[in-house]
């Protein structure tokens, strides 16, 4: 089974949703997350792992179709994203700013690998997982 840190999914996926006009860039946004964990009392564990592991994310988010690139009438710059339907559907499951978001991480640890295009797509039709 994969497991993901959806925590440091959901912070890249908002940061593709906000990149016109400037670089993804997946490091820093490690770097950001780990120091919100310990403003927040949690241990951020190696930061070298979370920036290696930020920069897998960002790979596999764009290779399986929940980034794509931005386009230049929308402030891309060959170096930013844009969330496709399923980058924002994923977001939408992931928003910590909604209460009770925890069910449908749950059920997405469920599944062998929750972003694998199909399984994604499958589990999140689901009415109930939201």
């Known amino acids: 089974m994969t497991t993901y840190d959806w925590d440091l999914i959901e912070r890249l996926l908002h940061e593709a949703q906000n990149s016109a006009g400037h670089s993804f860039t997946p490091r820093p946004y490690a770097e950001q997350h780990a120091a919100q964990l310990a403003a927040e009392g949690a241990a951020p564990g190696d930061l070298d792992h979370l920036k290696t592991l930020a920069c897998e994310y960002e790979k596999i988010l764009f290779e399986r179709g929940y980034f794509a690139s931005r386009p230049e009438d929308e402030g891309g710059n060959g170096e930013n994203f844009v969330l496709t339907e399923r980058g924002s559907r994923l977001l939408s499951l992931l928003d910590s700013s909604i209460p009770g978001n925890d069910h449908p991480r749950q059920v997405l640890d469920e599944q ?12 999140a039709s689901k009415a109930q997982i939201a």
């Open 112 to 123: 062998d690998d929750p972003l694998d295009e199909a399984t994604f797509d499958q589990v």
